[in-house]
């Protein structure tokens, strides 16, 4: 397989990867990267299979999602990492760690679900039409991006945010962005909640309307140890309220600071 691409920053024996949203990509944690990257540790930011500068897949399933950001740590050089996701990110992270526990150190998982496949058909379609039923009605990226991108973000977020936001989304492939969307039908990982064993931050945005705060409390009851906690913002948490994500991340990676270094291969 061949390993998405990423942007980088930071050196050390300990990395990070983030992950984003079906609306994201790479380039919107440009910013975002450095501040959640302490010194000592690499950050990463892929960008999705067929989303920026990788290649798709295939096929779009969470399996084959994980298996790639496995090649990506493989390609990076690293054993084991911290995978900080957002949204769809975050669900794929738990993928990630239920299907390849070994390469994952830690989980930040912000503003996401653990089994967005358990709605009920109703509310699946109702998603359907709204994500991608303009785009089979002729509108484009950047069409369906100024319509769905504003829903998203809290009361207080800086239109700057979401100007940013919809430029991103305006530029993912519409083939990408279908594949994607349909891929989330079929996540459910609530099972592997009571069984993961690597450190676990949640965080939920207090008026986040997409991934709700209590889903993500109920899913940190439900993981060992896991801590949780809300910021003031919409479900683009990280980019809506960037201090306070990175300040939450940073003070969760503190904690691996004495511990071994097994991160590189």
Partial sequence: MTAPRWIETGEGPRALVFLHGVSGGAAGAAGLLPAITPAGWRGLAWDMPGYGRSAPLAQVDFDSLADALAALLDAAGLARAVLVGHSMGGMLALQVAARHPDRVAGLVLACCTPAFGAQGAALQQDFLARRIGPLDEGASMRDLAVEVIPTMVGPAADPLVVHEAVDLMAEIPPASYRAAVRALLHFDQRAALAHLSTPTLVLAGRHD???RPLVLQRMAERIPGA?????????????EAPDEFACEVRGFLEGFDHAPVTFLL
């Fill in 209 to 211: 309307t997409v991934s």
């Fill in 227 to 239: 801590r949780y906690a809300e910021l003031d913002a919409g479900h683009l948490a990280p980019f």
